[in-house]
């Protein structure tokens, strides 16, 4: 496991107008509202390697779609300034639970994760996500709520949060690796 340092990078001119008061502290308003603030005022700024683990925070999903906090392995590499990662989700397996063995790849435990049980990579889910994501729930609310009262104020960079990674090994993401392939490609050329 390293830790990374997550930053925040004020933007030169905003992208519009975005906080809205909270005054009902409605929560899943809150988040929202903190995200569009973020997003408009702040860039982020963190390198990611392929193969690499770290945690992600999915706010809202419809049926069967991933939703709150998840690890995630990073597909490719993304440098510093690139504010996009392409992802696989990740899971505990539940043992009571039939899975698809085409869009759900058994991985066994990830190395130095704590507590970490036999985990699962739902390929079926793969996206592309804002590196926005990757700020956790309380880090993003303690600078975001600091930020909106004083944004005349910032200027330049600032760590928000020091982000724990961690690594599949080989066989791991080459495992994922070949299932995206066949899940995405060969699949849909075999069903024609």
């Known amino acids: 496991m390293e830790n990374k340092k997550l930053i925040a990078v004020k933007r030169e001119e905003p992208l ?57 392995v990073a597909m490719q590499t993304s440098r510093e300034n690139n504010q996009m990662i392409t992802i696989v989700p990740l899971s505990s397996l539940k043992e009571s639970r039939e899975y698809n063995s085409k869009s759900t790849i058994r991985l066994g435990e990830i190395p130095e994760i704590p507590n970490c049980k036999e985990s699962v990579a739902l390929v079926n889910q793969i996206r592309t996500i804002d590196k926005m994501r990757l700020f956790g729930d309380k880090a993003l609310a303690n600078f975001v709520n600091d930020a909106c009262n004083h944004i005349e104020d910032f200027t330049g960079e600032y760590e928000v949060q020091l982000k724990q990674i961690y690594r599949l090994t080989k ?22």
């Open 16 to 72: 519009f107008s975005s906080y809205i008061d909270n005054k009902n502290n409605n929560q899943f308003v809150s988040d929202i509202n903190r995200g569009i603030f973020f997003n408009n005022h702040f860039t982020t700024k963190i390198a990611i390697e392929r193969g690499e683990v770290f945690k992600v925070r999915f706010q809202q999903g419809y049926g069967s779609e991933i939703r709150g906090q998840h690890f995630v």
């Open 171 to 192: 066989e791991q993401y080459d495992k994922i690796l070949h299932a995206v392939n066949n899940y995405l490609f060969v699949g849909s050329v075999e069903r024609r």
